[in-house]
């Protein structure tokens, strides 16, 4: 099991070292002090977990977990720490435990059990069913492999289930809701709104028949998904992720990836809340065409079969079919 730690404190990361090397199985693949270093090492390592402190100079360890859960969404994040009072929030993450300090070797051993059961799960446990999500291009709903047609009855219930799932991890606050969806309301009206839209979507769920859940409480809600739901831009961020990191340029993976990616992250909503991972996933789309523009290059024999199909899977996009115009 590879691990890397983050503390701004040296004595207690060397602490947290020199217990995690008394146990047998796991390998420390970085030691951090800065959460920069820690985000660069998750991008371009194999890492299976990450131990953090919470209060850092720098940035607050819950909000750095989010940043590393966006990047690596399997990734399991302990919080090592002597406070306790964002032990709640630390679990909205799916952080897989909140140790105190100071750390006992017997509880740190628990903490790597846990961490191997969920793995052993997530890779052995076959699905009995998968609800796929495809959201890279067109939106489209499969139950096993069959499309379900799904009617919503506004423009604003469809936008804010994506919003529930695009910020799942997270509690999401009304507050926030009624400020970016119903700004131009009275309060009164506005949390109207927000209820009658998420009982429209609580019934569109009902419909497909998919395990969501819309958990609300005084001040927020909680979005919980069952294990059998995939949505397709994580899975494709991952598979991306590990393609890049490659030192030898795997053209199958690479082509897999650009046969998926069929259009913008949940192309024809047009919302301030998705531009960011928008970008992130289509730079991350421009640089696998760029890879394999630079292999077909390199190749003494370039293959006109590869570039055909370069050409016509990216023939959508007017960037990169002149990227590609351009190069080839």
């Given amino acids: 099991m590879k691990i890397c730690i983050i503390d701004d404190e040296p004595l207690a990361l060397q602490y947290l070292d020199f217990l995690l090397n008394k146990i047998a199985g796991v390998q420390v693949t970085g030691k951090f002090n800065n ?24 940035i607050l360890g819950i909000d750095l977990a989010e940043q590393l859960l966006n990047i690596k969404p399997v990734l399991n994040i302990a919080f090592v720490t002597a406070y306790n009072e964002y032990a709640v929030r630390a679990f909205e993450l799916n952080a897989l ?3 105190l300090k100071p750390v006992q070797l017997e509880r740190l051993q628990l903490t790597i059990e846990r961490i191997k059961e969920k793995d052993e799960i997530l890779h052995k446990t076959p699905l009995k069913a998968a609800y796929h999500i495809k959201n890279l291009g067109a939106v489209r709903f499969y139950k096993e492999e069959s499309p379900i047609e799904v009617k919503w009855r506004t423009s604003k219930a469809k936008e804010l289930f994506f919003y529930f799932l695009q910020n799942h991890r997270n509690t999401i606050r009304k507050e926030e809701l009624i400020d970016f969806m119903w700004t131009h ?7 109207s709104q927000l209820y009658s839209t998420v009982y429209q979507i609580r019934k569109v769920i009902q419909q497909m028949g998919f395990p969501i859940k819309i958990v609300s409480q005084e001040e927020s809600y909680e979005i919980t ?5 995939v949505i397709q831009s994580i899975g494709w961020k991952q598979a991306a992720w590990r393609a890049l990191q490659e030192n030898d340029i795997s053209v199958k993976a690479h082509m897999k990836l650009l046969e998926t990616y069929q259009g913008d992250y949940l192309q024809g909503i047009e919302s301030d809340w998705i531009l960011e991972e928008r970008k992130e996933i ?5 640089q696998i065409v760029d890879n394999l523009i630079k292999d077909t290059l390199q190749n003494k024999s370039p293959s006109s079969r590869n570039i055909s199909q370069i050409s016509a899977l990216v023939s959508f996009d007017e960037e990169a079919r002149i990227l590609v115009n351009e190069k080839l």
């Avoid at 289509?282 to 421009?286: D, F, Q, S």
């Fill in 282 to 286: 289509r730079n991350i789309w421009l």
């Fill in 97 to 99: 435990d909140y140790i």
């Fill in 225 to 229: 998904l069952g294990e059998e739901v």
């Fill in 35 to 58: 959460a920069t270093e820690l985000i660069n090492h998750v991008q371009t390592e194999d890492v299976d977990a990450v131990l953090m402190d919470i209060h850092m100079p720098d």
């Fill in 185 to 191: 309301l009275s309060w009164e009206k506005a949390n």
